[in-house]
């Protein structure tokens, strides 16, 4: 994570992990180059996977704005090494993420995969895209896709990218997961109550 943890490693976090004893450890991720993370075929699929993300950007203000994208697996696309990009749907129309980007650009995203205590973190410089803008480009990201109304197209050039530690994240599963996970259950259950039915109606003939 050298691209990442220049980015993250600033002057001031250097000096709390001095404070804090952390300061040889994190210092070794410093010791790459500052060429931008190439996302592997690992983080490729792990961003694929997701149905969801959190997206934090900065105002001109300097006052960060996270939100909550979602959409089905697939509706983040990973067009190369190192850049993602998504439909942007109309929204409650606030356009804070929106306005953030086009005055800076500098975004950073949460990937998060709660049943497995997984957490991609990622630096990026984000840009909107009009629909016209490439036709192509919209095509395939418009192909998976949340629903709604698409306004926009997100592309997000990939500076630096993390793999957290699983500590602390709570697992949680969405319905999909539950019935994933359950289907050996009620499968079982399903077979019991048929021999259960079979044996009543044995004793039931007797």
């Not at 983040?76 to 090494?81: A, I, K, N, Q, Y």
């Not at 998060?112 to 490439?134: C, N, S, T, W």
């Not at 050039?157 to 602390?168: A, I």
Request: with cysteine; hydrophobic share 35%.
């Amino acid at each position: 994570m050298s691209r990442y943890a220049h980015l993250a490693y600033t002057e001031s976090v250097r000096r709390e992990q001095e404070q804090n004893g952390s300061a040889a450890a994190a210092g070794r991720a410093l010791t790459g180059g500052e060429t931008p993370d190439p996302l592997g075929p690992h983080e490729a699929a792990f961003i694929a996977a997701r149905d969801g993300f959190y997206l934090a950007s900065v105002s001109e203000t300097g006052w960060p704005y996270v939100q909550h994208r979602g959409g089905p697996p697939g509706f983040v696309h990973v067009l190369d090494e190192r850049t993602l990009g998504f439909a942007d749907v109309r929204g409650n129309r606030q356009y804070i993420t929106t306005g953030n980007v086009r005055a800076g650009g500098r975004v950073a995203l949460f990937f998060m995969d709660y049943p497995h205590q997984a957490r991609l973190k990622i630096f990026g410089l984000a840009r909107a895209v009009p629909l016209d803008e490439d036709p192509g480009l919209t095509r395939t990201l418009t192909e998976t896709r949340t629903d709604g109304r698409v306004e926009r197209l997100m592309v997000i050039r990939v500076e630096g990218f993390n793999w957290n530690c699983h500590q602390h994240i709570t697992p949680r599963y969405s319905e999909a997961e539950l019935a994933e996970a359950l289907a050996p259950v009620r499968a079982r259950i399903a077979e019991l109550e048929e021999q259960n039915k079979a044996l009543r109606a044995l004793l039931g003939e007797r």
